[in-house]
Structure formats: structure tokens, C-alpha cells
């Protein structure tokens, strides 16, 4: 005696509505992890870090647009204004690059990311972008009040608006620069464990070992090793390509290495994210 099957229709519907495809994937994906980045949606403690970062950057930006607007003479620069939290940055990096991908690795919700439309290009993209936005937020806004503070106080009208205009343009494109590094290193490194506690020291770990081997090679006789000491850890590297392209702004010497600079920071950016690209091809096919 033959059983056949019974197909019960139990009231599921078919989705009949608009196909938004990778590019509403994508811009879901950015939105998501920008928000993430600053706690946005997420319980209480997971805003603690973030915001007392925001809120020490704000400070120290409005205290210094005070003294400036008080003291005239007073030189601080946009550009030092990044050089001077470098550390900060360090740390909240450390903590973001992992709140942005490693979860995804622990929670296990990457093969359902890659089941949809969504292309591993595309999460790379996405997660790159809202880690970008949220470091250089971290670092421009806090600029764009001291702008405002000297823009307010200026005693040569709209010339001194102009002159602080061109002042704070290249400032935040030099903190740009930070951000499309660090989010460089820290993602990858971020993508390589589903431990946050892991990759938060693996990423604070590769600037600490970096950092002293620049003082070893500044400290040589040879000029060449001491204006291209600046080469061996990212956080100088990024203060030599602004010494080249800012000027003397920055306050190391470089020489006439500039352009080897800007070389290696273009080659480093690129070589982290072909690396986290090739890593989550390998994640997408398994």
C-alpha cells in the first residue's frame, strides 16, 4: 500500500514586494555598522566607550578653540589637533574594528549575509565605509568647532573666515587619511578572529611593537635612516605624509622622502584591503 504526501497550505505568502538589490544591501550594511560603531541601537554598555572617546575629543576641541580665540598667537593646528590624539585613536579602533566584524564571525551570521545578493566586495566595502565615517566624525567634528571658535573671534572679517576655511579643508583631509589607514589595519586584523578581546590587542599590539623601532632608526647617524625612520610604524607614517603634503605643519622631518611616503600609505591602504577582500572570498565560498 502505497503513502502519499499531504501538502497543508498553512497561510505563508509569497514576498510579491520591491527587489532592492546590492546596492540597498550594501547601504543598510554601512548604516548598521555606523551606528554600531557609536552604540547606536545597542544596549547601554556598548555606548560607554564610544561616546566618553566623542566626548574627550569635543573638549579638548572646544578648550583649545577658547585659547585660541583668547590668546592670538596661540599656534595650533588642524592637523595637530589629530597628531595630538593619535593614542586615542589607537584605542578606539582597537575597540571598533572587532564591534564591526568579529561579532559577525563569532555569531556565525556570515553565511546568511552571504546567501543574499550581498558579494563579500560588498561587506568589505560596507564595513570599510561606516569605520571610515566613524573615525574621521571622531576627528572632524571636533575640528569643525574649533573652526567655528576661530571663525567667530576673527578680528579680519571674512578674510580671516577664508584663511581658516583653508586651514581646516586640509586638516580634514589629513584626518581622512587617518581614518582610511587605521580602519585599514584594524579591520583586517579584526578579520582574522571571532574574539574581540583577541583582536583589540592584536590591533593595539602592532602599533606598540611599531612604535619603538622608529625611535632606533631615528636615533642612527645616517640622515637617509633618520628621515625615512618614519617609514616603520603607521601612526608616523601618516605624520610623514602630512610633513609632505601640509608642510611643516606636522613637525618631523622627513627630508625629501615625501613622495615614498605617500607611496607606502597608498600601498599599505591597498595591500589590507585586497588581504580582508581575499578573506572573506574564502569565507563566502566555504
Not at 64 to 90: C, G, K, N
Request: proline share 5%.
Amino acid at each position: 500500500m502505497s503513502e502519499t504526501g499531504v501538502i497543508h497550505d498553512i497561510g505563508y505568502q509569497r514576498y510579491e514586494g520591491p527587489r532592492l538589490g546590492r546596492t540597498a544591501a550594501i547601504k543598510a550594511l554601512y548604516v548598521h555598522g555606523l551606528r554600531a560603531a557609536y552604540g547606536l541601537g545597542r544596549p547601554p554598555k556598548a555606548k560607554i566607550f564610544p561616546w566618553l572617546v566623542a566626548g574627550v575629543t569635543l573638549l579638548i576641541a572646544v578648550i583649545l578653540a577658547a585659547v585660541r580665540s583668547q590668546v592670538p598667537e596661540f599656534e595650533f593646528t588642524y592637523a595637530q589637533f589629530d597628531d595630538s590624539l593619535s593614542w586615542l585613536i589607537i584605542f578606539f579602533v582597537a575597540i571598533l574594528a572587532p564591534s564591526l566584524v568579529s561579532r559577525d564571525i563569532r555569531s556565525g551570521t556570515l553565511p546568511l549575509y552571504f546567501s543574499r545578493p550581498l558579494r563579500a566586495a560588498d561587506y568589505v566595502l560596507a564595513k570599510f565605509l561606516a569605520m571610515v565615517s566613524a573615525v574621521w566624525l571622531l576627528l572632524g567634528v571636533p575640528q569643525f568647532i574649533m573652526f567655528l571658535g576661530a571663525a567667530f573671534t576673527t578680528d579680519k572679517g571674512m578674510t580671516g573666515v577664508w584663511d581658516e576655511v583653508r586651514e581646516l579643508v586640509p586638516g580634514w583631509a589629513y584626518s581622512l587619511l587617518w581614518a582610511l589607514l587605521f580602519t585599514s589595519i584594524g579591520l583586517l586584523v579584526a578579520s582574522l578572529t571571532g574574539k574581540q578581546a583577541f583582536a583589540a590587542g592584536g590591533i593595539v599590539a602592532i602599533f606598540l611593537m611599531t612604535t619603538p623601532v622608529v625611535g632606533v632608526l631615528a636615533s642612527l647617524p645616517a640622515s637617509a635612516a633618520n628621515h625615512l625612520a618614519f617609514l616603520a610604524s603607521p601612526m608616523t607614517l601618516v605624520s610623514g605624509v602630512g610633513a609632505w603634503a601640509l608642510g611643516n605643519d606636522i613637525g618631523i622631518d622627513i627630508g625629501r622622502y615625501g613622495p615614498i611616503y605617500g607611496i607606502e600609505a597608498f600601498c599599505l591602504i591597498t595591500a589590507c584591503l585586497l588581504l580582508l577582500l581575499a578573506r572573506y572570498r574564502k569565507v563566502a565560498a566555504l
